[in-house]
């Protein structure tokens, strides 16, 4: 178990819908990543935030949105969606501050399914 | 300039042999390469992380071969056990930074071990 939390397992929408992707961290880290798995893409970053802030963003679409709470945890908000959003969508957490840096810690994913 | 490329994409192993995976990368600011395992259901989990500044890293049965000249390495699992059948990714970053945890990952390679 690594620590992440993510909710929901699976999620199975229509097109145009709007749905929100949660994460619970490792206790203690700050940091908190946005992949998405598909099979075409591979494994690609999405956004990361630090500690509420948002810190990096990678390959993600306008339609798509985070956000850190003050209790740290997360939430990926895809809106508009197509049928190539359906992805696994995963969350990772760390902690910057450790000299073993960029040790990411996966949660299960949500498994994204638009039909 | 940001890609990395894994080789095999799937491999076929006896237990007890030897499983070599080979990526390279493009990015000459690249300097931490991990290797992360995927067993389905699950998120990656780190395995083992190397940088440019030394050539091998071995950490069990798994070690980690980087030739930096040639932007190249290469993850050996020896003794390969049915119980390390799971899909393989290699990766590369950037430290420091916004950088920190934007892991750029290869297509993974899929590892059976035959008992």
């Known amino acids: 178990d690594s620590g992440v939390t993510q909710t929901p397992k699976h999620l199975i929408t229509a097109t145009g819908q709007r749905v929100t992707l949660r994460c619970s961290p490792r206790s203690g880290d700050l940091s908190v990543y946005w992949y998405q798995q598909s099979l075409d893409q591979g494994l690609q970053f999405l956004i990361q935030y630090y500690n509420g802030e948002e810190r990096a963003k990678g390959n993600i679409l306008e339609r798509f949105s985070a956000q850190q709470f003050p209790d740290l945890h997360s939430e990926l908000n895809l809106s508009s969606l197509e049928l190539g959003d359906s992805a696994l969508y995963f969350c990772?957490?760390?902690?910057?501050?450790?000299?073993?840096?960029?040790?990411?810690?996966f949660g299960s994913g949500t498994q994204l399914s638009v039909l | 300039q940001q890609q990395v490329k894994q080789s095999p994409q799937s491999l076929i192993v006896q237990k007890g042999g030897i499983s070599i995976i080979n990526c390279a990368y493009e990015n000459t600011a690249f300097d931490y390469f991990p290797w992360y395992q995927q067993f389905p259901g699950k998120g990656p989990a780190l395995l083992i992380a190397i940088r440019p500044d030394v050539s091998e890293k071995k950490e069990g049965r798994f070690t980690i071969s980087f030739n930096k000249s040639a932007k190249q390495f290469s993850l050996h699992i020896m003794d390969s056990q049915p119980g390390d059948s799971a899909t393989y990714f290699c990766?590369?970053?950037?430290?420091?930074?916004?950088?920190?945890?934007?892991?750029?990952f290869g297509q993974g390679t899929i590892l059976t071990v035959h008992p």
């Open positions: 990766a590369a970053s950037r430290t420091g930074g916004t950088s920190y945890g934007k892991l750029t």
């Open positions: 990772a957490s760390g902690w910057e501050g450790s000299t073993t840096n960029e040790k990411l810690f």
